[in-house]
């Protein structure tokens, strides 16, 4: 059950904005993990993924799997050599996104 600060801290991150688009995250990626996972660590939306950062793997399987979650396109929007990355979820509402990492 989440505590009252924990709903205070959702409510108030700025990693997660809603635009006409969409909606714009702000995650940190963990490549070469044992499992494909998205995590809160910190204040950190942290994406653990299984692929080496090689030739774009990790970038597919970001995109891939976070598609699949949340049910929409996404779009790496900055960050494609970095892994500090902005991402697009297309037509995607914030308290949707909200709610599937809260579940995560």
């Not at 059950?1 to 205070?8: I, K």
């Not at 080496?52 to 929409?72: A, M, Q």
């Not at 960050?79 to 308290?95: D, F, H, P, R, V």
């Amino acid at each position: 059950m989440p505590t009252r600060q924990t709903q205070q801290w959702w409510e108030n991150l700025v990693k997660i904005n809603e635009t006409k688009e969409g909606v714009v995250l702000e995650v940190s990626v963990k490549p070469r993990s044992k499992e494909f996972k998205v995590a809160m660590e910190g204040d950190e939306i942290v994406v653990h993924c299984t692929e080496e950062p090689i030739k774009g793997r990790v970038n597919r399987e970001l995109i891939k799997r976070l598609s699949k979650l949340f049910g929409n396109q996404v779009y790496i929007i900055s960050g494609l050599t970095s892994k500090q990355k902005l991402l697009l979820i297309e037509k995607a509402k914030k308290s949707e996104v909200e709610g599937i990492l809260k579940r995560e």
